[in-house]
C-alpha cells in the first residue's frame, strides 16, 4: 500500500499506529488518547516543503560557487541541516505531547525549539570530540531541558537520571566496540602507506609479489587490522540491543511529573528476544523471498534461452525487479516493527513500576493544541520517529 | 436499556468520576450517585474517539475543552452509537474514508510519475535555452572539477591531460587544427575546450561549458583522424544541445520530486535511486542519438567522412550489446550504425589530418 502510493500513505499509516500504541498504553488504570490526525500531518509536511524549498535552493546554488564557499558548501549544509532536525525534533515532540490526552487533560511541551536545537548541536560537536564519552551526559542535559518544559495539565515535569550513572553502566559495552577499533587503526596506520602505493603504481602482473618483497608482513597486517575493524562492528551490533536495554530502563528510571516517579524494571534478555524473534522472522522471509526470486529467475532464463526476450519483456523484467525489491523492503520493515518497535514499547511500559499517583488526582488543564509543521519538518528531513 | 455506567472526566482537571449515564430523547445525561449532573450532550454533539477494543470513549464536538466519557458495557456502547450520527464504533465510516485516500493517494502518484516522465524532461528541455551562457560556464567549472577529481585516479606520474610534454606537443597542434575545422563549422556560442586525457577506456565526454574529454584508450583504438574527429563531433553535438545543462537541471528536478516529497519510510531511497537511473537513461538515450545526427551533420558540413564515427562505434561499443536496453545510457549500437550511415554525406571527404599530423596525434600521451 505504502508503495502504491508512494509514500502519500505513510501519513495515515502512522496515525492509525500512533492511535493503537497510545491507547493499548494504560497508566494507572486509565489509557492515553492519541487525537492527531493524518490530515494534520499532511499539511504539516507540505508547509515544511515549502520552507526548505529555498534551504535546498541555497545549498545547491552554494555548491556551484567555485570560491571557498563552493569548498565549504558541504560543511555548512550538514550543520544546517542538523541545526533545523534538532529544531524539528523538538516542535514534533511538542505536536505530539498536545495529541496525547490522559484523563481528558491534554500533555504540553513549552521552551525554546531553537534553543533546544543549539544545545543539541553543540552536544554533538562534544559527543563526537571525546568519541562517543560524552555521550551520556548529553542524553542526560537534552532530557533534562525537554522535560523541565514537559507538562501534564499544570503538572511540571522533569528528569532526574544522571549521565554519570549511565556511564557507568555504559563505558564496558564502549571498551569492547572501541578497544578493536583502535588496534585496526594502529594496523592501519603501521601499513607503509608510500611503498604499497609506489608498488601499484608501478603495475605490472608480479605487483603482489613486489608489494611482499618490499614489505615483509604487510599482508597480516591488513589482515589483522580487518579482523579487528570486523570485530568491533559486530561487538556493536550483538551489543546494541544491550545499549537499548540500557539506554531504555535508564531514561525512563528518570522520568517525574510533580510527585510521580518512575522505575523500571527492564531485563536486557527480553530485548535480545525481541531482536532473536526479529532475526527468526527475518531469515524465514529471505528464504521464501529468495524461493520465488529464484523461480522468477528461471522463468526469464527459460524465456531468453527462447530468444523471446523483447523491449516489453525487459521492461517486465525491470518491473519485476523493482516489485519485489519493494516487496522484500516492506516485509522486513513490516517485521522490525511488529518484533522490535512493538516489543520496545510493550516491554518499556509493563516494566515500569509509578509511585505518588496521588498527584495524578488533582490536575488542572493547561497548555494549547501545537502546529504540526515540527511534525513535517522531521519528515522531510527524515529524523522522525514512531 | 436506557441508563448505564460510565467513567466520566470534566476536561478541566483530572479528577475521574464514576456516573451514571441516561439515555433522553434528545440527548445523554451524565450525572454521578449524588445526583449532581455533570454533563447533558445532545446525540448529534456526541463523537466517538480512538479508544482501546473494549471501549467507547465519547467527546463533545466543538467543545473547548477535552472532556470525555467513557462506557464498557458493550451493549450500551451499541445503544449510544445507534443514536448518535457522528459515533462510529464498527468502524464503516472510516473505512470509506480511507478508501477515498488511497483513491486519492494513487491519484497523486500517477500525476506524479507523469510529471517525472514527461514534465521535468519538457521544463528542462525549454528551460535550458534560456539560460544564459555564463551560467553554463559557471556550472561547467564546478563540474569540470568534480569530474576531474573522479576521473584522475593516478597517483604520480605524468599530468592528467596529455599535450603537454615537449614530445607531446606536435600531437596537440595536430588535435587543435582538427578541432578548429569542426569547430568553424559549428558556430557554437561558447567556446570549445578539448583535452586528451590519460585514460585507458575508449570513450570520450562532454560538460556543460563546452569542456570536452577524449580519454587516451579512444586515441589509442582510432585507426585514422576521421574515426577521432567523428566521436569529437557527436561530443560537440552535446554541447551544441547543452545535454550536460539539460541532465543537471533533470538530475535535481527528479531528485527534487522523488526524494522530498515520498520521504524515506521503508528504506525508499534505493527505490528513489532505481526509478532517476531508469527516467535519466531515457533521456540520455534520446540525447545521444540527438549527439549522433548533429555529430553527423557536423561531420558531412566539414567534407569529413561520417562514417568514421559509425566505425568507431563498432569499435567500441561491439556489434550488438546484450543486457538490460532499459538500462544503457547508449541506444543499441547496431541502429546507431545504420541510423549515421544512412546520412552520411556521399561525396568524396577530404581527411582531417595528414599521414604525419595522425601519427603526432596518436603520440599525443607519449610523453610520460
Not at chain 1, 495529541?99 to 543549539?118: D, E, K, P
Not at chain 1, 605487483?207 to 575493524?229: D, K, T, Y
Request: glycine share 12%.
Amino acid at each position: 500500500m505504502l508503495f502504491v502510493t508512494l509514500g502519500i500513505y505513510r501519513f495515515w499509516l502512522v496515525t492509525d499506529v500512533r492511535r493503537f500504541l497510545w491507547s493499548n498504553t494504560e497508566i494507572a488504570g486509565e489509557t492515553l488518547e492519541y487525537t492527531g490526525t493524518a490530515l494534520e500531518l499532511l499539511l504539516g509536511f507540505l508547509v515544511a516543503i515549502s520552507l526548505l524549498i529555498p534551504v535546498y535552493g541555497g545549498i545547491f546554488l552554494a555548491a556551484l560557487d567555485l570560491g571557498i564557499l563552493g569548498k565549504l558548501s558541504g560543511i555548512i549544509a550538514f550543520a544546517a541541516l542538523g541545526l533545523l532536525g534538532q529544531y524539528a525534533i523538538y516542535r514534533a515532540r511538542r505536536y505530539r505531547l498536545t495529541r496525547t490526552i490522559y484523563r481528558g487533560l491534554r500533555f504540553h511541551q513549552q521552551g525554546s525549539a531553537w534553543g533546544y536545537a543549539f544545545r543539541a548541536m553543540l552536544w554533538w560537536v562534544i559527543t563526537a570530540l571525546t568519541f562517543g564519552l560524552a555521550y551520556p551526559f548529553q542524553v542526560a542535559s537534552l532530557e533534562r531541558y525537554k522535560m523541565r518544559n514537559t507538562f501534564y495539565g499544570d503538572l511540571g515535569g522533569s528528569f532526574e537520571g544522571s549521565g554519570f550513572a549511565l556511564l557507568l553502566r555504559g563505558i564496558p559495552m564502549w571498551f569492547l566496540v572501541f578497544a578493536p577499533l583502535v588496534f585496526a587503526v594502529r594496523g592501519f596506520v603501521a601499513v607503509d602507506w608510500k611503498a604499497l602505493v609506489d608498488a601499484l603504481a608501478q603495475g605490472g602482473d608480479d605487483v603482489m609479489s613486489r608489494i611482499e618483497g618490499g614489505n615483509p608482513g604487510l599482508g597480516a597486517a591488513i589482515v589483522f587490522a580487518m579482523l579487528m575493524a570486523g570485530a568491533s562492528v559486530t561487538l556493536a551490533a550483538l551489543l546494541y540491543p544491550a545499549f537499548q536495554a540500557v539506554m531504555l530502563r535508564w531514561w525512563s528510571s528518570g522520568l517525574r511529573f510533580g510527585d510521580v516517579e518512575v522505575r523500571s524494571s527492564l531485563h536486557m534478555r527480553h530485548v535480545y528476544a525481541a531482536y532473536a524473534r526479529f532475526v527468526g522472522y527475518a531469515i524465514l522471509f529471505s528464504i521464501v523471498m529468495g524461493f520465488v526470486g529464484a523461480f522468477l529467475f528461471g522463468v526469464v532464463g527459460v524465456a531468453a534461452n527462447l530468444g523471446k526476450v523483447d523491449s516489453a519483456g525487459e521492461i517486465a523484467a525491470t518491473l519485476a525487479l523493482l516489485v519485489g525489491y519493494v516487496v522484500t523492503a516492506l516485509g522486513f520493515s513490516t517485521i522490525y516493527r511488529a518484533t522490535v518497535l512493538l516489543s520496545l514499547w510493550q516491554l518499556g511500559m509493563e516494566s515500569l513500576q509509578l509511585s505518588g499517583l496521588a498527584a495524578l488526582e488533582k490536575v488542572k488543564a493547561r497548555g494549547r493544541p501545537a502546529s504540526p509543521l515540527g511534525e513535517g519538518l522531521a519528515d522531510a528531513l527524515n529524523v522522525g520517529s514512531y | 436499556m436506557n441508563s448505564g455506567a460510565g467513567t466520566y472526566f470534566d476536561g478541566v482537571t483530572s479528577a475521574r468520576r464514576d456516573v451514571v449515564v441516561e439515555l433522553t430523547t434528545g440527548g445523554l445525561q451524565v450525572s454521578d450517585r449524588d445526583g449532581h449532573l455533570w454533563a447533558q450532550w445532545p446525540y448529534e454533539e456526541i463523537e466517538g474517539l480512538t479508544a482501546p477494543d473494549n471501549m467507547l470513549r465519547l467527546g463533545r464536538r466543538g467543545s473547548a475543552t477535552l472532556e470525555r466519557l467513557e462506557i464498557r458495557d458493550p451493549a450500551f456502547a451499541a445503544e449510544i452509537d445507534a443514536r448518535s450520527a457522528h459515533v462510529d464504533r464498527t468502524g464503516a465510516l472510516q473505512r470509506s474514508q480511507r478508501m477515498r485516500v488511497i483513491g486519492w493517494s494513487i491519484g497523486a502518484t500517477a500525476s506524479l510519475l507523469l510529471v517525472a516522465w514527461f514534465g521535468v524532461p519538457a521544463i528542462a528541455t525549454r528551460l535550458t535555452p534560456l539560460l544564459p551562457v555564463t551560467f553554463e560556464s559557471v556550472l561547467g567549472d564546478a563540474v569540470n572539477a568534480q569530474v576531474r577529481g573522479m576521473l584522475d585516479i593516478r597517483k604520480a606520474g605524468a599530468a592528467f591531460d596529455c599535450g603537454i610534454a615537449a614530445a607531446e606537443i606536435p600531437g596537440r597542434i595536430a588535435l587543435d587544427k582538427l578541432v578548429r575545422r569542426l569547430e568553424a563549422v559549428a558556430a557554437l556560442p561558447l567556446h570549445l575546450r578539448t583535452n586528451v586525457v590519460r585514460r585507458s577506456e575508449a570513450n570520450a565526454l562532454a560538460l556543460p561549458g563546452g569542456q570536452v574529454y577524449v580519454f587516451q584508450g579512444l586515441i589509442a583504438k582510432a585507426d585514422n583522424a576521421d574515426e577521432v574527429a567523428g566521436v569529437i563531433a557527436h561530443e560537440i553535438g552535446h554541447v551544441a544541445h547543452r545535454d550536460g545543462t539539460k541532465a543537471v537541471l533533470e538530475g535535481g528536478g527528479l531528485s527534487f520530486l522523488f526524494g522530498m516529497l515520498l520521504g524515506d519510510f521503508v528504506g525508499g531511497g534505493a527505490v528513489v535511486l532505481a526509478a532517476k537511473t531508469v527516467l535519466q537513461s531515457t533521456y540520455t538515450r534520446e540525447a545521444e542519438s540527438a549527439a549522433d545526427a548533429y555529430g553527423t551533420e557536423l561531420m558531412n558540413k566539414a567534407g569529413g567522412d561520417a562514417r568514421a564515427l559509425a566505425s568507431m562505434l563498432e569499435k567500441t561499443g561491439g556489434a550488438t550489446e546484450p543486457g538490460m536496453k532499459i538500462l544503457m545510457d547508449h541506444p543499441d549500437t547496431k541502429a546507431r550504425v545504420v541510423a549515421i550511415n544512412k546520412s552520411a554525406a556521399a561525396v568524396s571527404p577530404s581527411p582531417f589530418l595528414e599521414a604525419g599530423e595522425w601519427a603526432a596525434l596518436k603520440k599525443i600521451c607519449a610523453g610520460s
